[in-house]
C-alpha cells in the first residue's frame, strides 16, 4: 500500500477510535455546553467514573462540608445519567426528583452502611431513626384524635401515617409496630376521617401547605436544607432561575437550622377539633425581619426567654428531633431535654463530660456545623441521657457558654445553684421553671 493511503487509512482508523471513546463517553465531538467551551468532566473518588453534571450546574453551591463534589460527586446521591449533557437525558432516573432525601427514596439517595443506614454503633442510624421518629409517624397526633373521638380506648399509638415495624426495641416506651393510619381512618368516624383528609401536612412524608412561610422541602432536606418565606431558590445554580419555587434557598445542607425552618411546620396555627381545619395565625410574618418574639410563638403559648432568643437546634439534641430508633406514641416519651439540662439545680450542677476521643461524636457534629469551635479536651454538658450537647461547654472559669449553632453568637448561661431562685427540689420539670420565667408577649 503506498504510504499516503497508509496514512489515510491510519488517520481514520484514529478518528474511528476517537468517535467510539466519545460516544462511550456520551459526547458529541464539539459544541458549547452551557456557556461552557468545552465539557466539565468530574471523576469523584467515591466512585472513580466520571459525570458531567457540572457541565450546566457549574457555580452550585457544595451541598455540605461532609459531602464535597470531589468525593461524592452528584451521581451518588441523586442519580441520574453521569455522561448526558442534554438535560433531558441526564435527567432520566433522578432519585426523587429534585429531593433525594424524600422519605420514599431516602434508602437510594442517602443510604448505604457507610453513608446513612449504618449501623448504631457507628451513629451511621439516621435514616432508620427518621422513619421511626414522631416528625415521620406522626403517631402521636393520630392516637390523640382517635382516642378524643372514641376510635380508641387509650392514647398508646397503633397507626402512623404509614406502616411500619421496629424489629429492636430498645426502650420503656417503644413499640414494635404501627399500622397504615390512612387504611383505617374511616373507622373512626367523620371526624377522624376528616382529620385523616385535611390534617396530615406537618410530617416528614407530607407536602406543606401553600402559602409564604409554610415551604419546606420532605423528608431529610424538611430540616437540613433551609427554605426562605416563599419556598423560591436564591442560589448560584446557573440551571434554576433566582425566585423559582420549590427549591430551598440554596442547594445545601447544614446542622446550622434556624428557626424559622422548625416554624414551617410548628406555630402556624392551630387545628380545630370541631371543624378538623387548620386555623392559620393571623399574625404571621411577610418576611423574615419582623421581631423575633412576634414570629417565635403563639400569643397563647407560656415561653422563656431562652427559647425564643434560641434557635430550637441549641435545645433539642438530634434524638430528641430525629427519633431515637424506637417507635413512640407520643412527644414526651423523646423530649428529655430540660432547663436543668444546661442551669442545673439548686442542689446540681449541669452534668458534663470531658472530650477525650478525637473521633467523639460531639467533634464531629462541631466540626460540620463550623460555628461551634470544639476539641480534645473540652467539656461540654450532656443530657441525662448521656448525649453531649456539644454546643455548650463549661470554662476553666466554671461558667457555662453556649453558643448558638445557627448564629454563632455566645451566650453566658445562669446556674441555678448559688442563684435566689426558690425552685423547689421536687419541682424540677421545664414546667416548672416556666411559672416564674415565661415572658409577656407584647
Known amino acids: 500500500m503506498p504510504r499516503r493511503w497508509s496514512l489515510v487509512v491510519s488517520g481514520l482508523a484514529l478518528l474511528v477510535v476517537l468517535g467510539l471513546a466519545l460516544a462511550r463517553e456520551g459526547l458529541p465531538s464539539f459544541r458549547t455546553y452551557a456557556g461552557q ?24 453551591e457544595e451541598i455540605s462540608p461532609s459531602h464535597p463534589v470531589e468525593t461524592f460527586g452528584c ?7 453521569a455522561l448526558a449533557l442534554e438535560a433531558e437525558a441526564a435527567h432520566q432516573g433522578l432519585i426523587g426528583g429534585r429531593n433525594p432525601s424524600d422519605l420514599a427514596v431516602v434508602e437510594e439517595g442517602c443510604g448505604g452502611e457507610e453513608c446513612h443506614s449504618g449501623p448504631a454503633e457507628s451513629n451511621r442510624d439516621h435514616i432508620p431513626r427518621t422513619l421511626t421518629s ?8 393520630i392516637a390523640q384524635v382517635r382516642y378524643a373521638f372514641g376510635a380508641q380506648a387509650d392514647l398508646q399509638a397503633r397507626y402512623a401515617t404509614r406502616a411500619i415495624a421496629d424489629g429492636q426495641v430498645t426502650s420503656d416506651s417503644g413499640l414494635p409496630a404501627l399500622d397504615d393510619f390512612t387504611l383505617v381512618a374511616e373507622g373512626g368516624g ?3 376521617a376528616a382529620f385523616a383528609a385535611r390534617c ?21 432536606a424538611a430540616c437540613h436544607s433551609p427554605s426562605n418565606l416563599t419556598g423560591s431558590y436564591g442560589g448560584d445554580d446557573p440551571t434554576v432561575a433566582r425566585g423559582e419555587s420549590g427549591h430551598a434557598e440554596r442547594h445545601r445542607l447544614t446542622t446550622a437550622i434556624p428557626y424559622t425552618q422548625c416554624n414551617t411546620c410548628h406555630n ?5 377539633l370541631v371543624t378538623m381545619t387548620f386555623q392559620e395565625r393571623g399574625d404571621l410574618p411577610t418576611d423574615r425581619r419582623a421581631p423575633r418574639l412576634q414570629d417565635y410563638y403563639q400569643p397563647i403559648a407560656q415561653f422563656v426567654r431562652c427559647e425564643w432568643e434560641l434557635d430550637c437546634v441549641d435545645c433539642h439534641t438530634s434524638r430528641e428531633a430525629m427519633g431515637d430508633g424506637d417507635l413512640h406514641s407520643r412527644k414526651k416519651d423523646v423530649q428529655y431535654v430540660q432547663c436543668r439540662t444546661c442551669h442545673g439545680t439548686l442542689a446540681e450542677l449541669p452534668r458534663t463530660s470531658t472530650l477525650t476521643d478525637p473521633d467523639d461524636l460531639a467533634l464531629r457534629r462541631a466540626f460540620l456545623n463550623t460555628l461551634v469551635e470544639l476539641q480534645v479536651g473540652d467539656t461540654v454538658v450532656v443530657t441525662e ?19 448558638g449553632k445557627a448564629t454563632g453568637v455566645r451566650y453566658d448561661v445562669p446556674l441555678v445553684m448559688g442563684s ?6 421536687d419541682q424540677q420539670e421545664s414546667r416548672d421553671c416556666h411559672a416564674c420565667h415565661a415572658v409577656d408577649r407584647p
Open 37 to 60: 467551551a468545552e465539557p466539565v468532566r468530574l471523576v469523584p473518588t467515591l466512585t472513580g467514573k466520571p459525570e458531567y453534571c457540572l457541565t450546566c450546574h457549574l457555580g452550585i
Open 268 to 272: 402556624r396555627g392551630n387545628y380545630s
Open 420 to 425: 435566689l431562685c426558690e425552685q423547689k427540689l
Open 200 to 220: 396530615l401536612s406537618c410530617h416528614l412524608w407530607a407536602e406543606p401547605p401553600d402559602g409564604p412561610g409554610y415551604q419546606r422541602l420532605t423528608g431529610c
Open 190 to 192: 367523620p371526624f377522624v
Open 385 to 403: 441521657r448521656g448525649e453531649a450537647m456539644w454546643n455548650v461547654g463549661l470554662q476553666a472559669s466554671g461558667k457555662i457558654v453556649l453558643i
Open 134 to 141: 414522631l416528625q415521620a409517624t406522626y403517631a402521636g397526633a
Open 75 to 81: 451521581v451518588r446521591c441523586h442519580g441520574g445519567v
